[in-house]
C-alpha cells in the first residue's frame, strides 16, 4: 500500500496563477482532509470530506475549493494564488470511529 | 473553543537523557488525544494515542497518560536517542461537535545530540 500520496512535491506559483493539488488514498479510508502548515503555527485545517460526496470548512477556508472526486481522492484548488497562501500542504485520511489521521508527505508551495 | 498548548521548543537534549514534553488541553466532553511525529521533510506520523481518561498511550519507548483532572497528555521517553530529532505535535479529537476537526498544538522541535 502507497498510503496517501500527494502531487507535486513543490511548486512555485506567480500571484494570480491558479493550481490543483491532487491527494490519493489506498487505505479506503471514508475521511480526507487538508492542511496547511506554517511556522510557530502548527498545522491547520483547511477543508475535509468527512465521507465521500460531502466537504466542510475548516478553520481556514478562504481562497481554497475543494473537491472529493471518489473515495479515494480529494483535491485542493488555488484560484488565484497570494503570497499569504505560501506554506507547505498536507493531505491526511482516517478510517471511521478511530479518528487516528494518516499524513501524505506535503506539498511544499511558494507563492512570489 | 477547544484548544492545545505545547511547551515551546527547541529542546535539546544529549543521548540518553530523560524526555518531556508537555502538552495541556482545553475541550468540552472528553476528547481522544494524540501525539505525532515529524521527521524532517516528511508528513505527521501517528505517534501514541489514548481515548479516554487514565489511558496510557505507547509505542518506541514513548508514553503518555491522559489525566483529565489536570487537562493533560504529556510526552515522555526514558531515553532518547539521536534518531528521536524531530518536531512533535500533541493534538485532539473532540467527542462534541465534530471529531473530524482535529486540533493541533504549535509543535515542539527536539533535537537529540550525540
Known amino acids: 500500500n502507497a498510503g496517501v500520496t500527494q502531487t507535486p512535491k513543490f511548486q512555485v506559483l506567480k500571484t494570480g496563477q491558479s493550481m490543483t493539488l491532487q491527494c490519493a488514498q489506498d487505505?479506503?479510508?471514508?475521511?480526507m482532509y487538508w492542511y496547511r502548515q506554517d511556522p510557530g503555527m502548527g498545522l491547520r485545517l483547511i477543508y475535509y470530506s468527512a465521507s465521500e460526496g460531502t466537504t466542510d470548512k475548516g478553520e481556514v477556508p478562504n481562497g481554497y475549493n475543494v473537491s472529493r472526486l471518489n473515495k479515494r481522492e480529494f483535491s485542493l484548488r488555488l484560484e488565484s494564488a497570494a503570497p499569504s497562501q505560501t506554506s507547505v500542504y498536507f493531505c491526511a485520511s482516517s478510517p471511521p470511529t478511530t479518528y487516528e489521521q494518516y499524513f501524505g508527505p506535503g506539498t511544499r508551495l511558494t507563492v512570489t | 473553543g477547544d484548544s492545545v498548548t505545547q511547551m515551546e521548543g527547541p529542546v535539546t537534549l544529549s543521548e540518553e537523557a530523560f524526555l518531556t514534553i508537555n502538552c495541556t488541553y482545553t475541550a468540552t466532553g472528553y476528547p481522544s488525544l494524540f501525539w505525532y511525529v515529524q521527521y524532517p521533510g516528511e508528513g505527521l506520523q501517528l505517534l501514541l494515542k489514548a481515548t479516554k481518561a487514565d489511558d496510557k498511550g505507547s509505542n518506541k519507548g514513548f508514553e503518555a497518560t491522559y489525566r483529565k483532572e489536570t487537562t493533560s497528555f504529556h510526552l515522555e521517553k526514558g531515553s532518547v536517542q539521536v534518531s528521536d530529532s524531530a518536531v512533535y505535535f500533541c493534538a485532539l479529537s473532540a467527542s462534541l461537535g465534530d471529531p473530524y476537526k482535529y486540533i493541533f498544538g504549535t509543535g515542539t522541535r527536539l533535537k537529540v545530540l550525540a
Open positions: 487505505m479506503n479510508h471514508n475521511s
